[in-house]
């Protein structure tokens, strides 16, 4: 019923409007994780994502390919436009 999650990101514009992007996200999830110090151990869950971004007229274009070793899985991710 409770989680810790903490995310760190790179944006990196290496060419006007095009973007080098990197995330890593660690996170804990349990039932009543705050009331035991078990969130200050090695994160149960970790995420790693790299990508390219252009700036259009239309918005923002990300292609994004991620991973994650707790389910060895890769998945690729496209978005078009701002967030709202």
Known sequence: NSYLKSTFKLD?????KNHLLGYVNYANADNNLYNSTDWFDTPEF???????????IIGPINLICSYSPEVNKTEWYISLGYWF
């Open 12 to 16: 990196y514009e290496f060419i006007k």
């Open 46 to 56: 970790s995420g790693y994502a790299l990508g390219y971004g252009v700036e259009t």
